[in-house]
Structures are given as C-alpha cells and as structure tokens.
C-alpha cells in the first residue's frame, strides 16, 4: 500500500508593483482647450481594468503622471500614452518597484495644482525628479481626499 500523496499548498504570490512618474506636453484641441473630465474619465475606466492606480496633474501645459501598478501593466499602459494625440514629448522621469501603492483605490485622482507655490510649480512641470513629483503629487491627492471627507 502506498502512502498518499501530500500536496503542499503553493505560497501566494504578492502582486509586484512599480511605480512610474512621466511628463509629457499636453497637445490642445482645435476645439479649444482640453477636457481634463474626459482625459480623467478615460483614465477611471483604462486603469481600473488594467489595475492601475494614480494621480494626474496638469501644470502650465504640461501633463505629470504618477502611476502604480504592476510593471506589464505600466508598460502597456506607457505605449498607450505615447500613441495618445493629447501627448507630446512623453518623458519617463523614474520607475522603481515599490512596497504599496499610494493611491490605492484610486484609479486616477485629478490633483489642483493651482494653489502651489512658483517653486514647487516649477519642480512639478519642470526641474523635479520621479521621487520629488510623486511627493508633490501626493501631498496635493491627500489635500483633495482630506477635503473630501
């Protein structure tokens, strides 16, 4: 008689995350200025399938973008954004893996940049790195969820 066989139960496997900040030039419409609802709605309804989280801040004509999610995701995204006619001179400033997204349940939150100082402005659409516009970006998403509550 043979003993039975004893299957170990496979460990879980943790999602693995990145997070990626971009800027890019945002591209006006023939129409007339952009629609950041649509922009803000298109990006609820592609990063909720995808499951990406994120903010999204739109300064002096310039796009800037945290975004979170696992990295095919990311990248499938960024090819998207690239193709996408409201975006110019798509800049990757930094992607790193990370432990949490900091926007969880958020699948993009549009950020008010219009009460920042001349220098964090300019360190948003400008001069800053991924990981100084991720803390600028967070601090204005938190701003906007605390005047939520």
């Known amino acids: 008689m043979t003993s039975p066989t004893v299957r170990t139960p496979q460990p879980l496997t943790e999602r693995v995350l990145e997070r990626l900040v971009y800027r890019s030039d945002a591209v006006s419409t023939a129409e007339g200025p952009m629609d950041l609802s649509e922009v803000v709605s298109t ?56 432990q949490a997204q900091l926007f969880l349940g958020w699948a993009m939150v549009l950020v008010d940049t219009r009460k920042l100082s001349p220098h964090l402005s300019k360190l948003l659409s400008q001069t800053g790195s991924g990981a100084q516009v991720t803390t600028v970006i967070a601090e204005l998403a938190n701003a906007r969820l605390g005047s939520m509550v």
Not at 44 to 51: F, L
Not at 76 to 86: F, H, N, T, V, Y
């Open 43 to 98: 990006s609820v309804r592609n990063n909720g399938r995808r499951r990406i989280t994120g903010a999204l801040a739109h300064q002096s004509g310039t796009f800037v973008q945290v975004l979170e999610g696992e990295p095919e995701a990311l990248t499938a995204l960024m090819i998207d954004i690239e193709a996408d006619e409201r975006h110019r001179n798509v800049r990757v400033l930094a992607r790193w893996p990370v």
